[in-house]
């Protein structure tokens, strides 16, 4: 693995890390006064506007009709499936309890990569750092005393699990399915389908007659840019991740995301954070710590070695960070 290529999956796991980590908080805000669907719809329709505009500047190929049909399916199930079902359940589940529950989506990837024929099975040091990082979050929950919460909105929570499985079957199927070679362009396409998808559920759902432009407070304003921007570079750092390592260890952004979002919680819109909340947390970031080094020399994912060495590998990297 060259240095290059180092740096670039440094960079691709500190935007997972830190900036999904704070997207949660400004889900959070944005539906304040947003319809989740209808906010959902135009972050991703303006930013696969953007990476399909750039994907072209940068003369990527052009997508076969095939293209549309895998590209559709992943920005379904991960973007409307998985974020959309977030942001309706973030109405009434705060931001770092909400990032807290997706800390479930590594055991899915786990599951559905390893019943995957091309899929890669899991050390067991790999399933122990998981199995960690679960009890972990178990502990930071609390059932008791949820982070100063009495209870969480069941509704909510079953939201939030549904959106669970329905992103780590998406990302599975982005790993091994057809889709163009420029990651950018193909991160575009999935967000454009997802957000047409998404304003027609706002439609369907009657979002718009509970809501109007002059109720949309500044902060809701501030909340869909950052998501349009800062959180559309993540998705394309996700979407290129999971093409060069192995799933289980980009899964790990589920486990340090809590952590972010905790802490963001707590800073900007005061939400109770407790010395029992810290010392989670802190387990948390053993479990990435184990499931990060397992394996540390095989950091590329078996099934895409041959083609990162391969000559066409540099044009399909080009560019997607």
């Given amino acids: 693995m060259t ?38 719809g135009v972050r991703f329709l303006i930013g696969g506007f953007l990476f399909y505009l750039y994907g072209k500047f940068k003369k990527a190929e052009k997508p076969k009709p095939k293209h549309w049909v895998t590209t559709s399916i992943v920005g379904i199930l991960l973007l409307v499936g998985g974020n959309g079902l977030v942001s309706w359940a973030e109405e009434v589940v705060p931001s770092g309890i909400a990032a807290l529950l997706i800390a479930m989506v590594p055991l899915w990837m786990v599951l559905f990569d390893t019943i995957h024929p091309k899929g890669n099975r899991p050390t067991v040091k790999a399933i122990g750092g998981m199995i960690l990082g679960f009890i972990g979050v178990t502990i930071l929950i609390n059932p008791t005393d949820i982070g100063g919460y009495a209870e969480i909105d069941r509704f909510g929570a079953i939201l939030i699990i549904l959106a669970t499985i329905f992103w780590a079957s998406g990302s599975i199927y982005s790993k091994y399915a057809e889709i163009p070679k420029s990651l950018i362009l193909a991160s575009g396409m999935q967000m454009l389908v997802a957000g047409v998808v998404l304003i027609l559920l706002s ?17 809701s304003w501030m909340s869909l840019l950052y998501l349009i921007t800062f959180g559309s570079v993540g998705y394309g750092a996700y979407i290129w991740l999971l093409q060069v390592v ?36 802190m387990f948390i970031l053993l479990a990435v710590f184990i499931i990060i080094s397992s394996k540390k020399k095989n950091l590329i994912s078996n099934s895409n070695k041959k083609n990162l060495t391969d000559k066409t590998s540099t044009t399909k990297l080009k560019g997607t960070i």
């Fill in 3 to 40: 240095d290059k290529l180092k740096i670039k999956i440094i960079l691709g796991f500190a935007a997972i890390y830190v900036i999904w980590g704070s997207t949660y908080l400004a889900i959070r805000l944005g539906v304040e006064t947003i319809p989740p669907f209808l906010m959902a």
């Fill in 203 to 219: 439609f369907i759902t009657d979002e718009l007659k509970t809501s109007t432009l002059q109720n949309i407070t500044f902060v």
């Fill in 246 to 281: 192995e799933p289980s260890k980009v899964a790990t952004y589920a486990y340090v995301n809590p952590v972010i979002a905790l802490f963001l919680g707590n800073f900007i819109a005061s939400e109770p954070l407790s010395l029992w909340t810290i010392g989670s947390s």
